[in-house]
């Protein structure tokens, strides 16, 4: 079936995202350094997070919440209140940093542009995503954002009937095997998977090889190509 519409993931597909959540969780390292060791502190920090991502959403607010829940575990209720107010300064910090789009970002959403329905499918906090979506101009090439909650197959069955004329005819391109690719594959369509140096563990998943309607592609610049083979 023709191609009539791509979905484009945001974080770490369009403008960079997980460096930032290292960064701060390197800083929340430093702070607990005294209460818990940084890998055992790691692992503690990732199990808040998945214990908690079904309650509080993915985005910096839940990584926020997840990190001062940590501390005072680790910590046994010990923790400073000024160990706190750090760690609720680095998320604001977070949800203040200007985005820095990938390289290939604008230059490949351009050429496709005018030339297939464009839908921004992200998940995340509703203001953070849009204002990153604001700042990174290009908002107006994209004929339509959805901000989910999670990305499932009935999720893109959804959207690509509101937005396309069906997932089948659709493609949806990300960073994510777990929220962009196999879900997407699974819904009918076309999942595009362009790696990110770094990937949230929680976003990790099995290469579906060999399906025929998976592909990878080192980067976005390779996405016209692709295009063209697929027809």
């Given at each position: ?90 998320g604001r910090e977070m949800l203040a940093h200007p985005i820095e789009l990938l390289p290939e970002a604008r230059a490949a959403i351009e ?50 009937a509101r937005h396309g004329t069906g997932a089948d005819a659709a493609m949806m391109v990300g960073n994510s095997l777990k929220s962009d ?21 929680l976003e990790e998943a099995e290469v579906p090889q060999g399906h025929p309607r998976f592909a990878a592609l080192p980067s976005l610049s ?10």
């Amino acid at each position: 079936m023709k191609l009539t519409t791509i979905g484009f993931d945001a974080d770490d597909t369009l403008w960079h995202n997980e460096r930032f959540f290292r960064l701060t969780q390197a800083r929340f390292t430093a702070l607990l350094a005294g209460h818990a060791d940084g890998a055992w502190l790691g692992e503690r920090l990732l199990a808040a997070e998945r214990r908690n991502v079904g309650i509080y959403g993915f985005g910096v607010k839940g990584f926020t919440l997840s990190m001062i829940e940590t501390a005072i575990e680790v910590s046994d209720g010990a923790v400073p209140g000024a160990v706190i107010a750090e760690i609720l300064a680095a998320g604001r910090e977070m949800l203040a940093h200007p985005i820095e789009l990938l390289p290939e970002a604008r230059a490949a959403i351009e050429a496709l542009a005018g030339r297939y329905r464009l839908v921004l499918v992200t998940k995340g906090d509703l203001i953070d995503q849009e204002r990153k979506l604001a700042q990174s101009g290009l908002g107006d090439l994209f004929d339509a954002v959805e901000i989910v909650s999670e990305k499932r197959p009935a999720t893109y069955t959804e959207v690509f009937a509101r937005h396309g004329t069906g997932a089948d005819a659709a493609m949806m391109v990300g960073n994510s095997l777990k929220s962009d690719v196999l879900p997407m594959i699974a819904a009918g369509g076309w999942g595009v998977h362009v790696p990110h140096e770094m990937t949230w563990a929680l976003e990790e998943a099995e290469v579906p090889q060999g399906h025929p309607r998976f592909a990878a592609l080192p980067s976005l610049s390779g996405l016209h190509e692709l295009l063209e083979r697929i027809g």
